[in-house]
């Protein structure tokens, strides 16, 4: 099985008018042995990369990575294609709406300013919890 998620980086960097840097990041991570099958996936939606990513504790198998990062393929690929193809896990589902909105949010670039951003730290602090129910 493979774990995936929708996230979500806020960083501060000097580089940036607003001294914030908001990057959206679909992650899906599986088993060294599992590597064809991401690549499979990313051939199939036609965006990201896929990379090794070495596990650092010790009873857990070495593990690939799929990644896509970059805003356009977020907003153009990513975000219709999981709307298209619902997710099954209330969690992850969740997850994927507040994702989406603040994927909207950059779109309409209300990430250049200091309320945009404090709304885009308060939506992500909704994102990838645990929940006990099922969907």
Known sequence: ???GCFYVNVGESSRYRSGTRIQLHFHIK???KDKKLLEKIKNTIGCGAVYFQKEQRANHA???RYTVSAQSDIL???IPFFEQHPLQSYSKNYSF???CKIAQ???SKAHFSKAGISKIRILKSKMNKKTL???
């Open 1 to 3: 099985d493979g774990e």
């Open 30 to 32: 599986m088993q060294e």
């Open 62 to 64: 070495q593990c690939y």
């Open 76 to 78: 153009n690929i990513i």
């Open 97 to 99: 709406h507040v994702f």
């Open 105 to 107: 949010l950059v779109k």
């Open 133 to 135: 129910g099922l969907a």
